[in-house]
């Protein structure tokens, strides 16, 4: 049995309520009282790291083409539905302001520098705590580059595989700190044999009452959740 408690992830934000990844969505998810808080990024053209989820912008605005070929003079006038705009990671981190921990996902190519960079600046000029931050990834060769950059800070795998074995291996070799799995591939055995390896299990993305039920009696460390509040 896990005695600690349950850490509720706010899924791009709290994306069953706002824009997914927008400030707003951010900020309904502080206000739903989640642990943690998702978000996706991706690295522009120009070099600032944005928060996003496809590598495409058109699901989400009508501005047409791939987001890791934009400047940021343009992206910055992309409206979202709902009238948000793209935030840059420094805007989420201002508005988080030290007080929720953050998973930061890097969906695109060649993240790690930068992201490092950024989160180095606040953890070393602003004493923001390491331990805020979670690095994921479905990329692991994001995360090794990561991890060379970094060696503390926290590191959670993320796969989609049925079988869990691969993702333990690289959470070892990357001294990670969670297996991060598709809570429809879980087995209560497979949440105990990951946690008997060292790591804790956050699986994604788990919104009916009846799943979310079930993944706490299969004991999993995490759950990320487009409804924080649905999670007592
Ligand atoms: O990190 C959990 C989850 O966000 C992974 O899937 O597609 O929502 O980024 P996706
Ligand atoms: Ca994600």
Redesign the pocket.
Known sequence: MNNEKLLVIG??GAMGYETENSLASVQKAIDLGADMI?I?VFKIKSGEIVVF?DEKLDRLSNAPGNIEDYYIYDLSKVILEGNHKIPMLQDVLKLIDNKVAL?I?L?GKNTADRVNFILNNYIEKRGWSPDNFVI?S?NWDELKDMRELNPDIAIAV?TEEEVLENAVAMAKELNAVAV?PWFKTLTPEKVKRVQDEGFKV?T??VNEPEDLQRMVDFGVDGI?TNYPDRIQ
């Open positions: 899924h791009r998702e996706d989820h998973n996902e969906k994921s479905f993320l991060n956050y994604y993305t990320f």
